[in-house]
T-cell receptor, first 116, second 114 residues
Framework: GAVVSQHPSWVICKSGTSVKIECRSL??????MFWYRQFPKQSLMLMAT?????????EQGVEKDKFLINHASLTLSTLTVTSAHPEDSSFYIC????????????FGPGTRLTVL | KQEVTQIPAALSVPEGENLVLNCSFT??????LQWFRQDPGKGLTSLLL?????REQTSGRLNASLDKSSGRSTLYIAASQPGDSATYLC?????????????FGQGTTLQVKP
């Protein structure tokens, strides 16, 4: 089946620094990518929907200037957490699809971000 | 606003038992419903996808049912094994304003004891 990778798998950074997370579709072209955040023992919360070549659509309550999303190609989307703070520590998961509906959406393995 | 609820939050059973996980959603105008498995610290594995026009799907020891009108789905696991221990997440696409988006429940953490 289709494979989605994320890099890095985990990252530790100091408060105030920026961190970039990559999401790649390895064997298909992803017109749409989704970014989710998962706090410990909680469910996945959609942060934003990213369409190739256009601006991301952010969910209510998600700061677009803090979580910068770039979907520059059909195989790569990046999430940059700017000026990270300890409350941004979370598990970030991306998914990628090649249609508008989620029955062809594939999930990455996640990135664990810890901000000290 | 679509909301997804899963009951129970946690479940511990001895190996070999059959078990049922429950999922409910508030807006019945869904496109599909999926069940996922998540191992600790890992991403999601899709287990079963039920389109809105379907009533159930089966894969091996897993069977998922969907009653769209009542806003409910169940995941039935037969003859549970220790390897089934994981968190099971239910997610729906659809409901007002949610086309193309997955709304997740908080999951049921299952422990199967040998």
């Amino acid at each position: 089946g289709a494979v989605v990778s994320q890099h890095p798998s985990w990252v530790i950074c100091k408060s105030g620094t920026s961190v970039k997370i990559e999401c790649r579709s390895l064997d298909f072209q992803a017109t749409t990518m989704f970014w989710y955040r998962q706090f410990p023992k909680q469910s996945l919360m959609l942060m934003a929907t990213s369409n190739e070549g256009s601006k991301a659509t952010y969910e209510q309550g998600v700061e677009k200037d803090k979580f910068l999303i770039n979907h520059a190609s059909l195989t790569l989307s990046t999430l940059t957490v700017t000026s990270a703070h300890p409350e941004d520590s979370s598990f970030y998961i991306c998914s990628a699809g090649d249609r508008g509906h989620t029955d062809t959406q594939y999930f990455g393995p996640g990135t664990r971000l810890t901000v000290l | 606003k679509q909301e997804v609820t899963q009951i129970p939050a946690a479940l511990s059973v001895p190996e070999g038992e059959n078990l049922v996980l429950n999922c409910s959603f508030t807006d019945s105008a869904i496109y599909n419903l999926q069940w996922f498995r998540q191992d600790p610290g890992k991403g999601l594995t899709s287990l079963l996808l039920i389109q809105s026009s379907q009533r159930e799907q089966t894969s091996g020891r897993l069977n998922a049912s969907l009653d769209k009108s009542s806003g409910r789905s169940t995941l039935y696991i037969a003859a549970s094994q220790p390897g089934d221990s994981a968190t099971y997440l239910c997610a729906v696409e659809g409901g007002s304003g949610n086309t193309g988006k997955l709304i997740f429940g908080q999951g049921t953490t299952l422990q199967v004891k040998p």
